[in-house]
């Protein structure tokens, strides 16, 4: 019981803290003019995923729980994949993906590469070359990631123009400075984090009390626990109209989420991370490039009408994860 009540809690200020980012990003988004896909991208998108830097580190570290972490990662991708399906039942009017920047394809399209890289680094274990301890993928990871950060500020510096003038026809925010959105926004990001130090070792306990093994608890609890930020965000986004906010904090998580990969590398003094943990991780890898591949195809297609309450890829993105936490579940 003190595992689920300690899940629990967690969880809860995740919740509470995630809800308050959402926003105080969209203050500093409009505050400082980098507009809502950039803030989304590189600020929110960090923020929210650093219940994965630190129960990712702290589970190699401290926990030698390897696959917890990777787990963690890995399933976390999906489940900002799938949470940008569901999304679009929160959003009333039209398919979500219709009212979306189409931007938002270049970050998608980043991370479909770098989760092959993964995907790769999984299925090729035996065969990689270490760098000292850690494996080359690493380095390849944190190098992407920095590029992708840097080619989606430029993209995002040719659309500026169009954000500003949208900043001046609707400003909620005209009573609030940059400098006190920014404090309370960096309090709760250390709620955040605080929570999510602890996960990793409620995921040990949860492993061993439920007999599901670390795989399973680190893909789907773990990974769902250290996800909340990321689902509170934005839905309270899409619901303040924000909708580039929320998609550009999904899109830009997943980056992040592989990035990490590369920094709890650092961390497990065993060997190459990748090559230390079960092969299964592959499922969820190869089901996040196929839900961003799905996302990819509604953001250009631009459906305008929806399938029940859901948008045709929104479904297709569903299903997908659905199917592939149940072939995760069969082989654990």
């Given at each position: ?299 250009t297609y631009r459906a305008e009408r929806k399938k029940l309450f859901l948008a045709w890829d929104a479904i297709c993105i569903v299903l997908v994860y659905c199917v592939s936490v149940m072939l995760l579940y069969s082989l654990h």
């Amino acid at each position: 019981m003190m595992h689920w009540a300690g899940f629990l809690l967690c969880s809860a200020l995740i919740i509470y803290s995630g809800i308050r980012l959402s926003r105080y990003g969209d203050i500093i988004a409009e505050k400082s003019g980098l507009g809502r896909t950039w803030v989304g991208v590189v600020l929110v998108a960090t923020v929210t995923s650093l219940p994965e830097l630190v129960s990712s580190i702290s589970g190699v570290a401290m926990n030698d729980a390897p696959d917890i972490a990777v787990g963690n990662l890995v399933g976390a991708c999906s489940v900002n994949l799938l949470i940008f399906g569901l999304l679009d039942a929160v959003h009333r009017s039209g398919p979500l993906s219709a009212r979306a920047r189409q931007g938002h394809i270049l970050s998608a399209g980043v991370g479909i590469v770098m989760m092959c890289g993964v995907v790769s680094g999984i299925q090729l274990r035996d065969s990689v070359v270490p760098l000292g301890w850690i494996g080359p993928y690493s380095l390849v990871f944190l190098l992407g990631y920095l590029i992708a950060m840097r080619v989606i500020y430029f993209y995002e510096q040719k659309n500026l123009r169009n954000y500003m003038e949208e900043v001046a026809e609707r400003s909620p925010f005209a009573g609030i400075p940059l400098k006190q959105a920014l404090a309370r926004f960096g309090i709760n990001a250390a709620v955040v984090v605080g929570a999510a130090f602890f996960l990793p070792g409620i995921g040990v306990g949860l492993a061993e009390q439920t007999g599901l093994g670390q795989t399973f608890v680190g893909t789907l609890f773990i990974a769902v626990a250290t996800t909340l930020p990321e689902i509170v965000v934005s839905v309270s986004a899409v619901r303040m109209g924000a909708v580039d906010l929320a998609i550009g904090n999904l899109f830009g998580s997943n980056l992040f989420n592989i990035a990490i990969l590369g920094i709890a590398d650092l961390f497990f003094p065993k060997g190459p991370l990748l090559s230390m943990v079960s092969s299964s991780h592959s499922v969820m890898g190869h089901a996040a490039i196929a839900m961003s591949g799905l996302a990819i195809v509604g953001l250009t297609y631009r459906a305008e009408r929806k399938k029940l309450f859901l948008a045709w890829d929104a479904i297709c993105i569903v299903l997908v994860y659905c199917v592939s936490v149940m072939l995760l579940y069969s082989l654990h």
